[in-house]
């Protein structure tokens, strides 16, 4: 089955305790994309990457990583969670080659509920 | 910059009726992409339906149609025939095929349908 994972699914965390949230799709997609939904603010992007070991920032990178070291993995990283960070987190992606045009339709995973006390 | 805006925060409607969620988004780009997202009580982000804004024909998946207003920038969703299924957080989305494929977010329409 085609899907994108995310790990884990609810976390409960201090500030300032290290911790990284896995995402990996089995489609062969090359974009791969972190955003977070705060109430009233909708979704937004955190970061994103093109390809393998092509990542940059989205909209509301502060207190985050990024790594993608393998087509499928795209963990998202907070060195030192802060409360500000309490989200809900989804993992998405899609078929995007570079330089074509058509823009294919982005998959999620199925969020992680992130609490940082 | 892109902006999508979504200005019916909630909405219900009785099963089997036919309601109409509404958006409208700003962009300078020619060459964009329009989305709606379902996200139901489990919180999985579930893709609705798509339209290319190159297409003058309106998408249609089923029950779910679009009315897609270029000039006026209004991207609306129709649910025909509702279901107790199709409760749910609707979003409304854009993105533009330039390097970054962000999605940009409207915050959502929560849709109940009554029994």
């Known amino acids: 089955e085609a899907q994108v994972t995310q790990n884990p699914r609810y976390l409960i965390t201090v500030t300032g305790k290290k911790l990284t949230v896995t995402c990996s799709q089995n489609?062969?997609?090359?974009?791969m994309s972190w955003y977070r939904q705060d109430p009233g603010l909708g979704l937004r992007q955190i970061y994103y990457?093109?390809?393998?070991?092509?990542?940059d920032k989205g909209d509301v990178p502060e207190g985050y990583k990024v790594s993608r070291k393998e087509k499928r993995n795209f963990p998202l990283i907070l060195e030192s969670p802060s409360p500000n960070q309490t989200s809900l987190y989804f993992c998405?992606?899609?078929?995007?080659?570079?330089?074509?045009?058509?823009?294919?339709?982005?998959?999620f995973g199925p969020g992680t509920r992130l609490t940082v006390l | 910059a892109q902006t999508v805006t979504q200005s019916q925060p909630e909405m219900s409607v009785q099963e089997a009726e036919t309601v109409t969620l509404s958006c409208t988004y700003d962009?300078?780009?020619?060459?964009?992409?329009l989305f709606w997202y379902k996200q139901p009580p489990s919180r999985q982000m579930i893709l609705v339906i798509r339209?290319?804004?190159?297409?003058?024909q309106n998408a249609t998946e089923n029950r779910f149609s679009v009315n897609f207003q270029k000039a006026a920038k209004s991207f609306s969703l129709k649910i025909s025939d509702s279901q107790l299924g199709d409760t749910a957080m609707y979003f409304c989305a854009s993105t533009y095929n330039f390097g970054n494929e962000k999605l940009t977010f409207g915050t959502g329409t929560r849709l109940t349908i009554i029994p």
């Open positions: 990457s093109m390809n393998v070991e092509v990542t």
């Open positions: 998405a992606s899609s078929l995007k080659v570079p330089g074509l045009a058509a823009t294919d339709t982005q998959y």
């Open positions: 489609m062969n997609h090359e974009y």
């Open positions: 962009t300078s780009e020619n060459n964009y992409y």
């Open positions: 339209q290319e804004a190159y297409k003058q």
